[in-house]
């Protein structure tokens, strides 16, 4: 073998080397977004968990997400980037419960995390309360 091919067959070793490392580290990386992908949703729309879920939506929520969600509540103004319109994310599973709920325990590029804040019983129960306001606002 040419000391040109030993050459070129280290840099490919080397090249994939690094290629696997990047995608294993990509997915450890995201490993809890996607075991949140496929958590099953502990009250499923139940009446309770949706009610408890609007005393903390107007508590925590409605200041930046306004009254029915849609991202217009009055701090939102003062915010450099608008919250999002979450009565128009999909319904599962295009945009399961569990990355919903993901989002609001681990927060994203201006909302806040809540996972110190609120419980995780506490977390699903404004899952339900953002799913129960969508379909009351028929988006």
């Known amino acids: 073998m040419s000391r040109e091919s030993a050459v070129r067959r280290d840099r490919f070793r080397w090249i994939l080397a690094a290629a696997l ?5 990509a997915g450890l990386y995201h490993l809890d ?17 949706v009610s408890r879920g609007g005393l903390l939506w107007k508590q925590d929520c409605e200041a ?39 989002r609001i ?18 977390i699903w129960d404004l899952v339900n309360f953002i799913r129960a306001q969508r379909s009351h606002t028929g988006n």
Do not use: Q
Request: overall charge positive; charged content about 20%.
């Open 21 to 25: 490392a990047l995608g294993t580290l």
């Open 33 to 49: 977004l996607l075991k949140a992908a496929v958590a099953a949703n502990p009250f499923p729309g139940s009446a309770p968990s």
């Open 64 to 102: 930046c997400h306004g009254v029915d969600g849609r991202g217009d509540g009055p701090v939102s103004a003062s915010l450099r980037k608008r919250p999002k319109d979450l009565t128009r994310i999909a319904l599962p599973p295009v945009f399961p419960d569990g990355i919903v709920a993901y």
């Open 105 to 122: 325990a681990n927060g994203g590029e201006v909302m806040p995390a809540w996972k110190s804040v609120l419980s995780t019983d506490d």
